[in-house]
């Protein structure tokens, strides 16, 4: 199975679900373009991987792509496998792992509803290089490393 783009997610403000929208523009130096993450730090961009979202379905939870407000989800991919520096292309751009994981100060809604969330452990963070479109379908592709 080659990996791909499983949906593209985006939200207007921080601390709540993103919605799938299928595509978008991620901008060099900013991120997923009109998604309320964006910016130029290391967390411009955040990915995890619909076999992660299963994970917590198989827990009884009603979850989706955009429920744990990532911006990308892949599928076919072990995204936390990843070293820091990776680089990937996704649909045209071109984006490197900044993160792995990150810590949550306070309990999202999912964790209240199944006691557990994936994205502190599961999610990684990349910061775009090279800006392109991206949408539902693209392939994934791990870059070699730059020497």
């Given at each position: 199975?080659?990996?791909?783009?499983a949906?593209?997610c985006m939200?207007?403000?921080?601390?709540?679900?993103?919605?799938?929208?299928?595509?978008?523009?991620?901008?060099?130096?900013?991120?997923?373009?009109?998604?309320a993450?964006?910016g130029d730090?290391?967390?411009?961009l955040?990915l995890?991987a619909?076999?992660?979202?299963e994970?917590?379905?198989?827990?009884?939870?009603?979850?989706?792509?955009?429920?744990?407000?990532?911006?990308?989800?892949?599928r076919?991919?072990?995204?936390?496998?990843?070293?820091?520096?990776?680089?990937l292309?996704?649909?045209?751009?071109?984006?490197?792992?900044?993160?792995?994981?990150?810590?949550?100060?306070?309990?999202?809604?999912?964790?209240?509803?199944?006691?557990?969330?994936?994205?502190?452990?599961?999610?990684?963070?990349?910061?775009?290089?090279e800006?392109?479109a991206?949408?539902?379908?693209?392939?994934?592709?791990?870059?070699?490393?730059k020497?």
């Amino acid at each position: 199975m080659t990996a791909e783009v499983a949906a593209v997610c985006m939200s207007d403000s921080k601390g709540v679900k993103k919605k799938d929208v299928g595509e978008g523009y991620l901008q060099a130096g900013q991120g997923l373009l009109e998604d309320a993450h964006g910016g130029d730090w290391h967390r411009m961009l955040s990915l995890l991987a619909m076999e992660s979202i299963e994970s917590m379905r198989d827990k009884g939870l009603d979850v989706g792509p955009g429920d744990f407000a990532e911006n990308i989800t892949t599928r076919g991919i072990e995204l936390v496998s990843l070293p820091i520096g990776t680089r990937l292309q996704l649909g045209e751009a071109l984006v490197e792992v900044t993160q792995i994981g990150k810590e949550c100060h306070n309990r999202c809604a999912i964790y209240y509803q199944a006691g557990d969330c994936v994205m502190p452990r599961e999610g990684i963070f990349a910061r775009v290089l090279e800006s392109g479109a991206v949408k539902r379908g693209d392939p994934v592709r791990i870059l070699p490393s730059k020497k």
